[in-house]
Nanobody, 119 residues
Framework: QVQLVESGGGLAQAGGSLRLSCAAS????????MEWYRQAPGKGRELVAT???????NYVDSVKGRFTISRDKAKQTAYLQMESLKPEDTATYYC?????????????WGQGTQVTVSS
């Protein structure tokens, strides 16, 4: 069974840092793009960062210069390094990936991990 497993959330002070991980487990698949979304209480889900299979990267403006998305293809894992955290970064963070299985692309979501930034 293919799944995405997230880890690394928690509590940080403003100005601090956290690193999120998203590991794809299972067999017989390849990974296309991987993305991080976040959802704050009472708000919609927001795309934070994207990394494609060829290494192209994009960020939402509010995190540019502070967050870094990366991936380790051998470990089938994506990371989100978050620096200079702000209280407004508080949200549940979700990993999302397009996984290619049997020649078709399927969307997968992680379970979400809470990030709380105190002022």
């Amino acid at each position: 069974q293919v799944q995405l497993v997230e880890s690394g959330g928690g509590l940080a002070q403003a100005g601090g840092s956290l690193r999120l991980s998203c590991a794809a487990s299972g067999s017989d698949f390849s990974i296309d793009r991987m993305e991080w979304y976040r959802q704050a209480p009472g708000k919609g889900r927001e795309l934070v960062a994207t990394i494609t299979s060829d290494g192209s990267i994009n960020y939402v403006d509010s995190v540019k210069g502070r967050f870094t998305i990366s991936r380790d293809k051998a470990k089938q894992t994506a990371y989100l390094q978050m620096e200079s955290l702000k209280p407004e970064d508080t949200a549940t963070y979700y990993c999302y990936a397009h996984l290619v299985i049997a020649g078709r692309r399927w969307p997968y979501w992680g379970q979400g991990t809470q990030v709380t930034v105190s002022s």
